[in-house]
């Protein structure tokens, strides 16, 4: 090693130490399985190997959320990692204790698109990042900080990464602590930051990475080819000038991203890769089935809450549309399962019992439509049959429906207009239904009338043209009464609309 680099190290692995003596709070390291949080970690990792196990006291808590829809190949790459470090761990007395965090079962990505209906994220509804992210780590750190009030977070974030990272990196700099920051993070105004490579470039990483050897076991040369393999042109130069791309312009995310063009690390793998080919599956259903671009067709024109709400598109009225509709989820779920099958029967030992989603989510996403939703068709059980192969594993031979799938289909013929492109009169009827049987053998109907009349005004209009034609005519009450019309029983007329 260059001797700038050994002082580096040296004043990295110093400066661990120290804080490791300073007082006896807890440690977590947050860990993606990425070049810069497996630099800290194994930065802290061969640091407090030099301390003598009598005073090793501390526990320190590697902490890795996987959202459940990460890359396969990342997924797996970090799951083996969490394992060996606790392995690795354990043996040598060091202190390290590997966490895998998972979104709540209620914070799913498809719990949520397929099941409540959220139509894929956006920009201006961007409702993923704190489910399947920052919802698992934020409580699990508040809970280790808990236990004595204060906790160091060490993260592996650089200010040579971006602009912005180094502007909200130094705008927090300085804490009553040396070495420390303050959190960005209000609800974790008590975690200390220590960003032990914040000054590094990306080279300075990658030359460390590739000069040590990974002391829990993982192999930092497959991580270098991972990055390798993840950049379009299969380029991963370490040190040439400062012009020359670094594999840190690759980015592993969530395969289901619609926040971004296109998933290009994905798409680099399958290109660099012929083994990696049965993901095509996987990148195609991102593509076809999660465009952003005008999901209009795809999507309720009422809101979650079935309001209406009118705002002005190219000058003229329009609705602000909701969650994705019935025949829509279907479909996305049967792709979905289809993709899964065939990742299952294609994709490389190791990865063959790799889950898209899970019977647990799948029994949610269920239990939504039946009951959230009044979808009691129950449809799901069929389309599962029919795109595993398999029947579901979860029906209950007791099961019985209200009305048999026959006569919903002769309901829904009845009920079938011109004017109700949508089965608006349709729905209205079978979530009345629903509402009837669940009072069923009750002493007290209690609330009943409330909830059919709500049923009733939930279903107010057949289609968007009624709905655009009478917010329009209530711009008079807008203008004369904000009150009146904000609290409008159908909806209000708004003039920025946020996608939700």
Same mark, same amino acid.
């Given at each position: 090693?260059?001797?700038?680099?050994?002082?580096?190290?040296?004043?990295?692995?110093?400066?661990?130490?120290?804080?490791?003596?300073?007082?006896?709070?807890?440690?977590?390291?947050?860990?993606?399985?990425?070049?810069?949080?497996?630099?800290?970690?194994?930065?802290?990792?061969?640091?407090?190997? %030099?301390? =003598?196990?009598? $005073? +090793?006291?501390?526990?320190?808590? /590697? &902490?890795?959320?996987?959202?459940?829809? @990460?890359?396969?190949?990342?997924?797996?790459?970090?799951?083996?990692?969490?394992?060996?470090?606790?392995?690795?761990?354990?043996?040598?007395?060091?202190?390290?204790?590997?966490?895998?965090?998972?979104?709540?079962?209620?914070?799913?990505?498809?719990?949520?698109?397929?099941?409540?209906?959220?139509?894929?994220?956006?920009?201006?509804?961007?409702?993923?990042?704190?489910?399947?992210?920052?919802?698992?780590?934020?409580?699990?750190?508040?809970?280790?900080?808990?236990?004595?009030?204060?906790?160091?977070?060490?993260?592996?974030?650089?200010?040579?990464?971006?602009?912005?990272?180094?502007?909200?990196?130094?705008?927090?700099?300085?804490?009553?602590?040396?070495?420390?920051?303050?959190? %960005?993070? =209000?609800?974790? $105004? +008590?975690?200390?930051?220590?960003? /032990? &490579?914040?000054?590094?470039?990306?080279? @300075?990483?990658?030359?460390?990475?590739?000069?040590?050897?990974?002391?829990?076991?993982?192999?930092?040369?497959?991580?270098?080819?991972?990055?390798?393999?993840?950049?379009?042109?299969?380029?991963?130069?370490?040190?040439?000038?400062?012009?020359?791309?670094?594999?840190?312009?690759?980015?592993?995310?969530?395969?289901?991203?619609?926040?971004?063009?296109?998933?290009?690390?994905?798409?680099?793998?399958?290109?660099?890769?012929?083994?990696?080919?049965?993901?095509?599956?996987?990148?195609?259903?991102?593509?076809?089935?999660?465009?952003?671009?005008?999901?209009?067709?795809?999507?309720?024109?009422?809101?979650?809450?079935?309001?209406?709400?009118?705002?002005?598109?190219?000058?003229?009225?329009?609705?602000?549309?909701?969650?994705?509709?019935?025949?829509?989820?279907?479909?996305?779920?049967?792709?979905?399962? @289809?993709?899964?099958?065939?990742?299952?029967?294609?994709?490389?030992?190791?990865?063959?019992?790799?889950?898209?989603?899970?019977?647990?989510?799948?029994?949610?996403?269920?239990?939504?439509?039946?009951?959230?939703?009044?979808?009691?068709?129950?449809?799901?059980?069929?389309?599962?049959?029919?795109?595993?192969?398999?029947?579901?594993?979860?029906?209950?031979?007791?099961?019985?429906?209200?009305?048999?799938?026959?006569?919903?289909?002769?309901?829904?013929?009845?009920?079938?207009?011109?004017?109700?492109?949508?089965?608006?009169?349709?729905?209205?009827?079978?979530?009345?239904?629903?509402?009837?049987?669940?009072?069923?053998?009750?002493?007290?109907?209690?609330?009943?009338?409330?909830?059919?009349?709500?049923?009733?005004?939930?279903?107010?209009?057949?289609?968007?043209?009624?709905?655009?034609?009478?917010?329009?005519?209530?711009?008079?009450?807008?203008?004369?009464?904000?009150?009146?019309?904000?609290?409008?029983?159908?909806?209000?007329?708004?003039?920025?609309?946020?996608?939700?």
């Amino acid at each position: 090693m260059m001797s700038e680099e050994v002082n580096r190290i040296e004043l990295a692995h110093e400066q661990i130490r120290d804080l490791y003596y300073a007082d006896d709070l807890p440690w977590i390291i947050g860990y993606s399985g990425g070049k810069d949080s497996s630099a800290v970690l194994q930065l802290v990792w061969s640091a407090v190997e %030099t301390i =003598p196990e009598k $005073d +090793r006291k501390k526990t320190i808590h /590697v &902490i890795s959320t996987d959202t459940l829809v @990460e890359n396969p190949i990342v997924a797996t790459w970090v799951s083996t990692s969490l394992k060996k470090i606790n392995e690795e761990s354990s043996g040598r007395r060091l202190g390290f204790q590997a966490h895998r965090l998972t979104p709540k079962l209620e914070d799913r990505f498809w719990v949520n698109l397929i099941g409540r209906g959220y139509p894929a994220p956006r920009p201006k509804f961007r409702w993923c990042t704190s489910r399947l992210k920052i919802n698992a780590a934020t409580t699990f750190i508040r809970d280790v900080a808990s236990e004595t009030g204060e906790a160091i977070l060490f993260l592996g974030t650089r200010k040579s990464e971006s602009a912005a990272r180094k502007k909200v990196m130094e705008r927090v700099k300085g804490s009553t602590r040396q070495l420390l920051d303050r959190n %960005t993070d =209000p609800n974790l $105004d +008590r975690v200390w930051v220590f960003s /032990v &490579i914040a000054d590094w470039s990306t080279d @300075e990483v990658w030359e460390y990475l590739m000069e040590t050897d990974n002391p829990w076991g993982h192999s930092n040369d497959d991580l270098f080819h991972l990055y390798r393999g993840a950049t379009p042109d299969a380029e991963c130069p370490l040190v040439v000038d400062k012009s020359t791309p670094s594999c840190g312009d690759s980015r592993f995310g969530c395969y289901v991203c619609t926040l971004v063009d296109k998933d290009r690390s994905m798409n680099a793998m399958i290109q660099n890769d012929d083994d990696k080919k049965w993901m095509i599956p996987l990148a195609e259903l991102r593509e076809k089935k999660l465009d952003t671009t005008d999901d209009f067709p795809n999507r309720d024109f009422r809101r979650m809450d079935r309001k209406v709400y009118l705002f002005e598109r190219n000058g003229e009225p329009s609705l602000i549309h909701g969650p994705y509709k019935q025949s829509y989820r279907q479909e996305l779920l049967k792709e979905l399962l @289809e993709v899964q099958v065939s990742i299952k029967k294609n994709a490389p030992k190791g990865l063959d019992d790799f889950e898209l989603i899970s019977i647990e989510e799948l029994d949610e996403i269920r239990r939504i439509w039946l009951e959230e939703k009044h979808e009691i068709e129950d449809f799901l059980p069929e389309i599962y049959e029919t795109a595993t192969g398999e029947p579901y594993p979860n029906v209950d031979s007791n099961e019985s429906r209200i009305f048999s799938r026959e006569d919903l289909s002769v309901l829904k013929d009845l009920c079938a207009t011109k004017e109700d492109p949508e089965n608006i009169l349709y729905q209205m009827l079978r979530e009345m239904i629903q509402t009837e049987h669940s009072y069923r053998g009750a002493h007290r109907r209690t609330g009943i009338f409330e909830n059919l009349q709500k049923t009733l005004l939930d279903h107010a209009f057949l289609n968007s043209k009624e709905a655009i034609t009478y917010l329009t005519t209530r711009r008079g009450d807008l203008d004369q009464d904000r009150g009146m019309a904000e609290n409008d029983l159908f909806g209000v007329v708004v003039e920025d609309p946020v996608e939700k």
